[in-house]
């Protein structure tokens, strides 16, 4: 929301200034005054509106459905971190994490697709000495020969005996040439089976590395979600993170954040019993707004305790666009608590936001963030320490010189002044400003001590009028 920035300045003694009244006589309002200037302190002030915060605040929620069994603190206890601050139970959490484990187990379960695939092979039968048709033919060639040595005539029984033994010669030779085809013919169908093997195998292997994959997969997903389901379980005994102040419950409504991306991590039953037991939408399923007790239900999400840690206060300032540009790490300020009147608080920048927050005027602010220290009262004695969440107005010192030379703020803080010369007349001089106070502005360039200068009724001056006659 933009807001309107007030400055204030430090009121400085402006050292030898000298009012001079020109244009006017008797009690007339004098038509031009003139101020020298002189060295004084100026410092630039930018107040903002800021509320009082913690240096940290947690509130615990309640990872799933279930009742409060125990409350171990009250409202307002300090407590350490990792403290035990509230039990949970939750039949459903501890159902859900049975049932991740299950499915976790199936999940690890090797996948197995049978033996390897061998390699059939064909052997086809050639002609053997040992075969029914080769000792046909053996019988055949000794019976003839049998009755070829019967023969007389001893011519004839030779050229007979000769020619049974070329047959047999031949048919030896045919057999043999026989089994060298049958041979190859055996070797190319064993070639093709093995291809065939080969092939099958290959997919059978594909098949078998899918299914590894896939188990893989699952299994991962298991591991999720039983490490989630571990999570919840875990937290339902609350401890505090960190040293702090106790309040029971929190800011109503909201579930826990990163809820519904662990049901998300769930196979499909688990993830619809989680969702049964969470509500329609898991994660935002609807939260109690009631008090915080031993024995009220809570649902996913519920704000149980809330911790926070005071050891050091900080201030969240909303510091206007014309103006932020002048805060820096380090600048110091004053903060004035609406709750504690007539105190001061010291206070200093530790860093400047950079995202704009829009206003309802039109204008935008940018967020400044601040440490808080020990507050005084206008008298001296010590402020008490205030609380998260009050309001307060920061006062930043943005610029601040010393010794500078300075003129009244009255001049109208303009960078072109008319400078009255050693002879009284009027000269048009660009000069630059520094700081910016309320009562005085400094000078950086282009005036010197001494040198006079027209802070009211410049619009009636011209170029060379004479102003002190």
């Given at each position: 929301?933009?807001?309107?920035?007030?400055?204030?300045?430090?009121?400085?003694?402006?050292?030898?200034?000298?009012?001079?009244?020109?244009?006017?006589?008797?009690?007339?309002?004098?038509?031009?005054?003139?101020?020298?200037?002189?060295?004084?302190?100026?410092?630039?002030?930018?107040?903002?509106?800021?509320?009082?915060?913690?240096?940290?605040?947690?509130?615990?929620?309640?990872?799933?459905?279930?009742?409060?069994?125990?409350?171990?603190?009250?409202?307002?206890?300090?407590?350490?971190?990792?403290?035990?601050?509230?039990?949970?139970?939750?039949?459903?959490?501890?159902?859900?994490?049975?049932?991740?484990?299950?499915?976790?187990?199936?999940?690890?379960?090797?996948?197995?697709?049978?033996?390897?695939?061998?390699?059939?092979?064909?052997?086809?039968?050639?002609?053997?000495?040992?075969?029914?048709?080769?000792?046909?033919?053996?019988?055949?060639?000794?019976?003839?020969?049998?009755?070829?040595?019967?023969?007389?005539?001893?011519?004839?029984?030779?050229?007979?005996?000769?020619?049974?033994?070329?047959?047999?010669?031949?048919?030896?030779?045919?057999?043999?040439?026989?089994?060298?085809?049958?041979?190859?013919?055996?070797?190319?169908?064993?070639?093709?089976?093995?291809?065939v093997t080969g092939q099958i195998g290959a997919g059978l292997g594909g098949l078998a590395s899918s299914m590894s994959s896939l188990q893989a997969a699952s299994a991962t997903q298991a591991g999720v979600a039983v490490r989630a389901a571990e999570s919840t379980v875990d937290g339902l005994v609350i401890k505090a993170p960190f040293d702090g102040i106790v309040t029971l419950g929190g800011p109503a409504g909201g579930a826990a954040p990163g809820l519904?991306?662990?049901?998300?991590?769930?196979?499909?039953?688990?993830?619809?019993?989680?969702?049964?037991?969470?509500?329609?939408?898991?994660?935002?399923?609807?939260?109690?707004?009631?008090?915080?007790?031993?024995?009220?239900?809570?649902?996913?999400?519920?704000?149980?305790?809330?911790?926070?840690?005071?050891?050091?206060?900080?201030?969240?300032?909303?510091?206007?666009?014309?103006?932020?540009?002048?805060?820096?790490?380090?600048?110091?300020?004053?903060?004035?608590?609406?709750?504690?009147?007539?105190?001061?608080?010291?206070?200093?920048?530790?860093?400047?936001?950079?995202?704009?927050?829009?206003?309802?005027?039109?204008?935008?602010?940018?967020?400044?963030?601040?440490?808080?220290?020990?507050?005084?009262?206008?008298?001296?004695?010590?402020?008490?320490?205030?609380?998260?969440?009050?309001?307060?107005?920061?006062?930043?010192?943005?610029?601040?010189?010393?010794?500078?030379?300075?003129?009244?703020?009255?001049?109208?803080?303009?960078?072109?002044?008319?400078?009255?010369?050693?002879?009284?007349?009027?000269?048009?001089?660009?000069?630059?400003?520094?700081?910016?106070?309320?009562?005085?502005?400094?000078?950086?360039?282009?005036?010197?001590?001494?040198?006079?200068?027209?802070?009211?009724?410049?619009?009636?001056?011209?170029?060379?009028?004479?102003?002190?006659?």
């Amino acid at each position: 929301m933009g807001r309107v920035t007030i400055r204030r300045g430090i009121p400085p003694l402006l050292l030898g200034l000298t009012l001079l009244l020109a244009s006017c006589t008797g009690d007339e309002t004098p038509a031009v005054q003139i101020v020298a200037a002189g060295r004084a302190p100026v410092s630039e002030v930018v107040e903002a509106p800021a509320t009082v915060g913690a240096r940290a605040t947690a509130t615990l929620r309640s990872p799933a459905a279930g009742t409060v069994t125990k409350l171990y603190v009250r409202d307002g206890d300090s407590v350490d971190k990792g403290q035990i601050l509230a039990r949970i139970g939750s039949p459903q959490a501890k159902e859900q994490l049975k049932q991740a484990r299950k499915a976790q187990k199936q999940a690890s379960r090797p996948v197995r697709l049978g033996g390897a695939v061998a390699a059939p092979s064909i052997r086809l039968a050639g002609l053997s000495p040992a075969s029914s048709l080769d000792r046909k033919a053996a019988r055949g060639f000794a019976d003839a020969r049998s009755a070829a040595r019967k023969v007389g005539d001893r011519r004839v029984r030779q050229r007979l005996l000769a020619a049974i033994d070329s047959a047999a010669a031949r048919h030896r030779a045919q057999r043999a040439e026989l089994n060298k085809i049958t041979q190859s013919l055996t070797r190319s169908l064993n070639q093709v089976l093995a291809q065939v093997t080969g092939q099958i195998g290959a997919g059978l292997g594909g098949l078998a590395s899918s299914m590894s994959s896939l188990q893989a997969a699952s299994a991962t997903q298991a591991g999720v979600a039983v490490r989630a389901a571990e999570s919840t379980v875990d937290g339902l005994v609350i401890k505090a993170p960190f040293d702090g102040i106790v309040t029971l419950g929190g800011p109503a409504g909201g579930a826990a954040p990163g809820l519904g991306a662990l049901l998300g991590g769930l196979p499909a039953g688990l993830a619809g019993q989680a969702g049964a037991a969470t509500g329609p939408s898991g994660a935002g399923a609807p939260t109690s707004t009631g008090p915080i007790a031993t024995g009220v239900p809570v649902a996913a999400g519920d704000a149980v305790v809330t911790v926070t840690d005071v050891s050091e206060l900080t201030l969240s300032a909303d510091v206007d666009e014309t103006d932020v540009l002048l805060v820096t790490r380090g600048v110091k300020a004053e903060a004035e608590i609406d709750a504690v009147t007539g105190a001061s608080y010291r206070a200093r920048v530790t860093g400047v936001g950079v995202t704009p927050k829009e206003g309802t005027t039109g204008g935008v602010s940018y967020p400044v963030r601040l440490t808080l220290g020990d507050g005084l009262y206008d008298d001296g004695g010590e402020a008490p320490v205030p609380k998260p969440g009050m309001s307060a107005v920061v006062r930043l010192t943005v610029r601040e010189s010393p010794d500078a030379v300075a003129v009244p703020a009255s001049s109208g803080a303009e960078t072109v002044v008319w400078v009255v010369r050693r002879d009284g007349t009027a000269e048009r001089r660009v000069i630059r400003l520094g700081a910016q106070g309320d009562a005085a502005v400094e000078v950086t360039r282009g005036l010197s001590v001494g040198e006079r200068v027209v802070v009211k009724g410049a619009d009636t001056v011209r170029p060379g009028q004479n102003l002190t006659g």
